[in-house]
């Protein structure tokens, strides 16, 4: 019997909670084994481990029940609720739920109604115009699955930055540990701080390798060998995903943190500058062309000062204007994660989030904020038991005994994230909004709708004089859901005028807007806000994966809102409002 992964072991799981859905099970049962699934993909350490430790009931989304499922997946390989699952439907129907757009109802149908059994029966029978004879599934309906099946194609094995990120940093961190090790990195876009990433990169300064490679490839977090070397060495981890690791003397490692932190285009520009001054440059050394000795950088730095450049910010190596804004001298002043005084969007047990408004804030005043806005959902989105209109003042009144207690050391500002209704309402009228300290509107719901609809619909959010941020703009899920088919020059115009501010959604899921849309807003000179919408106090430190997109997208502090101080922040607000 081979050993299951992580990644396998989630993936039975979410193959469970489809099976789940497309019996028509209850919800909660469906999204015990969906939160199960995402737990085990994304954890940092081996899940047998944890289960040799006895650990796995105090993982989060892992009960008895889920905890006696692990066991028998690890101890026989199989789960044998699966099989009785499968003897009642056809796994082709689940795969079926992986084209965009495709939900539980009506792969069952197409199952029942038309005994389709697989993606490609489904092609075929929207191809031949089968599946708009049902009753109300449309021409357009039945184009629309072409498209996700071809969209489907396109999707690629990249992973979120959140995912990779934690592993990479487990990863190095160990390393560093080893013995001869000097000092290291995570290169590769993941430094870059791209949304999603294809492999890890790791990179070692040290004079010896072999204990580096040895402890590599025997690291918890490896599930399979597929090169081992001594320069360099790749491992499929856990999760599927695939990690190198290089290593270098320090004299040569200047150059190949330059080189492997990419990106791609951004050396070719690099190598280009190189030639011009009678050098070619690769990850080893600057070379002469006239067969001189070597040009050795042990600092990235001195890559860029023989080039004539100042250091340029691993986030805009991507080839968009970095290199001319280097050459000139130009380059931005962009926003750090220290420059962010609060955290604007969070979730507490007022709706859907795990713990309360002081335990939120402790964590944040430790984090050494000075503010933050409690956003919990208002009652119209169903899902997440809201914010209703009597709620507010218990609320409010639990704000203000909490900031009682920090007596002026650090504040917790009342806010709401206040549903956008279908029509472009929202679950509150603008005087019952004027009681919090600051409104965020946000799009959850029919998010598919025309351009022309749903932009409209936005836009008469935004027409409310007390919505002052609007979160997640474009509602995105990275590698999961496409964003809205807004029209966000007509939004960034309405955000100028109406003195709104946009928020970049630091959750590594959403990461919305996203880089190419949040720059634009900043040229406009559209004012943003970047919030973590923490569920639970861990996930304030999502923060980074925010600000990555922020500077991805050229952005300096002071356009940030939440980058200000307290004082500043409420007369804005004051001004936009009057
Ligand atoms: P990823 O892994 O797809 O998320 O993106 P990267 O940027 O991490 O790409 P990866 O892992 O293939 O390579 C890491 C860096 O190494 C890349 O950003 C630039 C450098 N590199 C890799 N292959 C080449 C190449 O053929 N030419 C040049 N100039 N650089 C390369
Ligand atoms: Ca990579
Ligand atoms: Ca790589
Ligand atoms: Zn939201």
Redesign the pocket.
Known sequence: MTQLSNREIAAIFFTVADMLEIKGESIHRVLSYRRAAETIQELPRDVRTVFNEGGLTDLPNIGKVLAEKIEELLTTGELSFLNKLADEIPLGVVDMLRIPGLGPKKAARFWKELNITSIEDLKQAAEAGELQKLSGMGAKSESKILEGIEALGRRSD?VRIGEAYELAHRLLDDLLAVEGALHGAV????R?F?A??????LLIASQESDSLMDAFVAHDLVHNVIVQGSTKSSVELLNGQQA?LRVLPPDRYGTLLS??????EH??RL?ELAIKKGLSLNENAFVPLDGSDEILCAREEEVYTTLGLPWVPPELREDRGEVEAALADNLPNLITVDDMRGDLQMHTTFSDGKTSIREMALTAQARGYEYILITDHSYGLGVANGVTEEEIAIQRAEIDAVNAEFDGAFTVLHGIEVEIRADGSLDFDDEVLARFDLVQASLHTSLRQPREQITERLLNAMSYRNVDIIGHPRGQLILEREPADLDMDAIFEQALTRRIAMEINANPHRLDLDEAHARRAAELGVKLTISTDAHQPAELDNMRFGVGIARRAWVGADQVINTWPLDRLIQWIKERRS
């Not at 290169?187 to 993941?190: E, I, R, V």
């Not at 080189?259 to 791609?264: A, E, L, Q, V, W």
């Open positions: 990249r290169a590769g876009s993941l870059r791209k999603t990433i294809g492999d890890i990169d190198d080189y492997y932190t990419g990106s791609k050396n070719v190598r």
